[in-house]
């Protein structure tokens, strides 16, 4: 499976749009890459995930490079309820479960 | 619509004793998984289900763990022999799976296991 590289920890002011970074440079051409967060003692919660194309949905925009070898995680509009750990994952289509990374922690500030 | 469910919340055992974890999915999903989050630690896969049968358990740490599903539902861990080191959150998640591509996968809340 692909690994991914993701910044230990990230800030953003609340309002401003907060963008996560992830390398994936390994990714083979059927991995699907996916985000996750973990907020603070709970389960991880689904963001979003793509193939090769760029995705939106109500709770953000993943955006892929045409190379797919990295992608950006972007929230529009941060909130302090967004404080959580991120995950990047790149998942083959052949295999179902998730391998986590350590994430990045990213800290909404007022 | 409910999401995964799991009970209980939480779980002090001894060492030695067995312990049944139960996750409920959600309803239509056909696959499920579990996981589990060590204090401080990065979440694990465990195994995954597909319908009633396991085509991955590649994640159990030993043969003191178990997990089976019924009726294509509802979904049991079972650790034989609890030792201290099994202690951590126990996470399930289900998803829809579809032919046309990878649905996300919904976590429930978790079991916290203490094995004293």
Redesign the interface.
């Given at each position: 499976d692909a690994k991914t590289t993701q910044p230990t920890s990230m800030d953003c002011a609340e309002g401003r749009a907060a963008n996560l970074p992830c390398n994936h440079s390994t990714i083979s051409g059927n991995e699907?890459v996916?985000w996750?967060r973990?907020i603070h003692s709970?389960?991880?919660?689904?963001?979003?995930?793509g193939?090769k194309n760029n995705e939106t949905n109500e709770m953000a925009s993943l955006i892929i490079t045409e190379d797919r070898k990295s992608s950006t995680l972007i929230l529009p509009h941060a909130t302090l309820r967004d404080t959580a750990v991120y995950y990047c994952i790149v998942?083959p289509?052949s295999?179902?479960?998730?391998?986590?990374?350590?994430?990045t922690r990213l800290q909404v500030f007022p | 619509g409910a999401g995964?469910s799991q009970s209980p919340s939480n779980k002090v055992t001894e060492k030695g004793k067995d312990v049944e974890l139960r996750c409920d999915p959600i309803s239509g999903h056909t696959?499920l998984?579990w996981?589990r989050q060590s204090l401080g630690q990065?979440?694990?896969?465990l195994i995954?289900f597909?319908g009633n049968s396991a085509p991955?358990k590649?994640?159990l740490p030993s043969d003191r763990f178990s997990a089976e599903r019924t009726g294509g539902s509802v979904s049991t861990l079972t650790i034989q022999r609890t030792q201290q080191e099994d202690s951590a959150v126990y996470?399930c998640?289900s998803?829809l799976e579809q032919a046309s591509?990878?649905e996300?996968?919904?976590?429930?809340?978790?079991t916290r296991l203490l094995v004293l």
């Open positions: 699907y996916y996750y973990q709970q389960g991880p919660q689904y963001i979003i995930h193939l998942s289509q295999t179902d479960k998730l391998i986590f990374g350590t994430g | 995964v696959a998984y996981y990065g979440l694990e896969f995954y597909q991955d590649s994640g996470l998640a998803s591509g990878k996300g996968q919904y976590f429930g809340p978790g």
